[in-house]
């Protein structure tokens, strides 16, 4: 049942919760790849790990969806918690025992595809706690915590790989996830059973094709808007995943610190981008979403041009991490219009399959987009100013052709 008060009981468990645990998931997201990039010094590896990590969360998320709406969502995140904590323990205690390469890449497939059926949950849950009134500013919140967890994840993490590796890293991202999924069982998320088929196959077929064409054809804007995001993801989202643990690593030679101040300030942005959201609430426009995109891709100028000119190291990594900022910020509020709109227009039974099914199209270009600008990093060591403006021109032109879609959205 729908709850008039934004910061009730229920929500605000939640909040906590995710708090706590996508602090650990970003502690860990950080450090993981971080090792495989000091341990190959190679940005080709690094690229083709991260993008064949994304694939099962593509696949799942359709699933996740299908589980978000039939299943008890609060025992979905609470077994997921627990899970995930498990797995943070299995790494620590198989670390300089296995090879370490199969070991971090298979850690990283696993921890994707839980977070592919962990993210419908969560944010199918929203519409369940809360009245279409207060979407807009709940899931404002549910972003920004996910970006304060990112903020404080890399920026802890950066310091402790700096002095003491992997190790406590693990030891705390599986005690987040542990104090998450205990919360987790205090929270009450209306549950309404719907039919279970006996076949699971038949189960998922069937879900997946309704989410399908509740989007082709009742809401084919839906689908329209998701083409953008995933082509948008593939040239300049993948462009950042890949290109800033590369460009502060390798390209100026700094530490892992000094990532972990990156990758705080690309989530920072995230948090302000959130706290945006609230301010301007009732001037955000759907119809007016592609400016946001234009927004994003020009953020990626000064630092084509940074690193053209070749100026200090010092210079190119504070222009770095005050442009990831602000291509977070607006990139923060261009997803949280997305997923508003989404929401206010998809059925209370579907919304789980459906937000699945958006994250799925609008993610599957990503791991194509994470090896392309893995090998293009290697190739362009020497001028990677040409990657950054490959990626720029590429999002320029999407943001273009955007307009004619966003425009012509009625609500």
Same mark, same amino acid.
């Given at each position: 049942?729908?709850?008039?008060?934004?910061?009730?009981?229920?929500?605000?468990?939640?909040?906590?919760?995710?708090?706590?645990?996508?602090?650990?998931?970003?502690?860990?997201?950080?450090?993981?790849?971080?090792?495989?990039?000091?341990?190959?010094?190679?940005?080709?590896?690094?690229?083709?790990?991260?993008?064949?990590?994304?694939?099962?969360?593509?696949?799942?998320?359709?699933?996740?969806?299908?589980?978000?709406?039939?299943?008890?969502?609060?025992?979905?995140?609470?077994?997921?918690?627990?899970?995930?904590?498990?797995?943070?323990?299995?790494?620590?205690?198989?670390?300089?025992?296995?090879?370490?390469?199969?070991?971090?890449?298979?850690?990283?497939?696993?921890?994707?595809?839980?977070?592919?059926?962990?993210?419908?949950?969560?944010?199918?849950?929203?519409?369940?706690?809360?009245? &279409?009134?207060?979407?807009?500013?709940?899931?404002?919140?549910?972003?920004?915590?996910?970006?304060?967890?990112?903020?404080?994840?890399?920026?802890?993490?950066?310091?402790?790989?700096?002095?003491?590796?992997?190790?406590? &890293?693990?030891?705390?991202?599986?005690?987040?996830?542990?104090?998450?999924?205990?919360?987790?069982?205090?929270?009450? &998320?209306?549950?309404?059973?719907?039919?279970?088929?006996?076949?699971?196959?038949?189960?998922?077929?069937?879900?997946?094709?309704?989410?399908?064409?509740?989007?082709?054809?009742?809401?084919?804007?839906?689908?329209?808007?998701?083409?953008?995001?995933?082509?948008?993801?593939?040239?300049?989202?993948?462009?950042?995943?890949?290109?800033?643990?590369?460009?502060?690593?390798?390209?100026?030679?700094?530490?892992?610190?000094?990532?972990?101040?990156?990758?705080?300030?690309?989530?920072?942005?995230?948090?302000?981008?959130?706290?945006?959201?609230?301010?301007?609430?009732?001037?955000?426009?759907?119809?007016?979403?592609?400016?946001?995109?234009?927004?994003?891709?020009?953020?990626?100028?000064?630092?084509?041009?940074?690193?053209?000119?070749?100026?200090?190291?010092?210079?190119?990594?504070?222009?770095?991490?005050?442009?990831?900022?602000?291509?977070?910020?607006?990139?923060?509020?261009?997803?949280?219009?997305?997923?508003?709109?989404?929401?206010?227009?998809?059925?209370?039974?579907?919304?789980?399959?459906?937000?699945?099914?958006?994250?799925?199209?609008?993610?599957?270009?990503?791991?194509?987009?994470?090896?392309?600008?893995?090998?293009?990093?290697?190739?362009?060591?020497?001028?990677?100013?040409?990657?950054?403006? &490959?990626?720029?021109?590429?999002?320029?032109?999407?943001?273009?052709?955007?307009?004619?879609?966003?425009?012509?959205?009625?609500?």
């Amino acid at each position: 049942m729908e709850q008039k008060n934004l910061w009730n009981k229920n929500f605000t468990i939640l909040v906590i919760g995710q708090l706590i645990s996508l602090f650990g998931n970003a502690i860990l997201r950080f450090a993981l790849p971080l090792y495989l990039l000091d341990i190959t010094e190679s940005a080709t590896i690094f690229g083709l790990v991260l993008a064949f990590s994304v694939i099962p969360m593509i696949i799942l998320s359709p699933i996740g969806g299908i589980i978000a709406d039939r299943a008890n969502k609060r025992n979905v995140m609470v077994i997921l918690d627990f899970g995930t904590s498990l797995l943070a323990f299995i790494i620590f205690i198989l670390l300089g025992r296995v090879e370490a390469i199969p070991l971090i890449f298979s850690a990283m497939i696993i921890l994707f595809a839980i977070q592919g059926a962990y993210q419908p949950t969560v944010q199918s849950s929203v519409p369940a706690l809360q009245k &279409i009134d207060n979407l807009l500013p709940a899931n404002a919140i549910v972003n920004q915590v996910n970006s304060l967890s990112g903020l404080l994840g890399p920026v802890t993490g950066g310091i402790l790989y700096a002095y003491w590796g992997l190790t406590p &890293i693990l030891i705390i991202s599986g005690i987040s996830f542990f104090i998450s999924a205990i919360l987790g069982l205090f929270i009450k &998320i209306p549950y309404y059973k719907l039919p279970f088929e006996k076949n699971i196959l038949i189960l998922v077929k069937k879900d997946f094709s309704e989410s399908i064409q509740f989007i082709k054809k009742e809401k084919p804007i839906i689908l329209k808007t998701m083409y953008i995001v995933a082509t948008f993801n593939l040239f300049l989202t993948s462009m950042i995943l890949i290109g800033t643990p590369v460009l502060v690593t390798q390209t100026l030679g700094l530490s892992s610190q000094f990532l972990g101040y990156a990758q705080g300030a690309l989530m920072a942005g995230g948090v302000f981008g959130g706290i945006m959201v609230g301010i301007l609430r009732n001037r955000i426009k759907i119809q007016k979403a592609y400016i946001l995109l234009f927004g994003a891709s020009l953020t990626m100028v000064p630092i084509g041009f940074t690193f053209f000119i070749n100026l200090s190291d010092i210079w190119s990594y504070t222009v770095l991490i005050v442009c990831v900022f602000l291509f977070m910020m607006i990139s923060t509020i261009f997803s949280i219009q997305m997923l508003t709109f989404i929401q206010g227009e998809t059925p209370q039974h579907l919304i789980g399959k459906v937000i699945s099914c958006v994250l799925m199209l609008s993610l599957c270009a990503q791991p194509i987009g994470n090896a392309l600008y893995g090998i293009l990093f290697d190739v362009f060591e020497n001028t990677v100013w040409i990657v950054i403006f &490959i990626a720029l021109l590429s999002a320029l032109i999407i943001s273009f052709i955007s307009k004619n879609v966003f425009t012509k959205i009625k609500i």
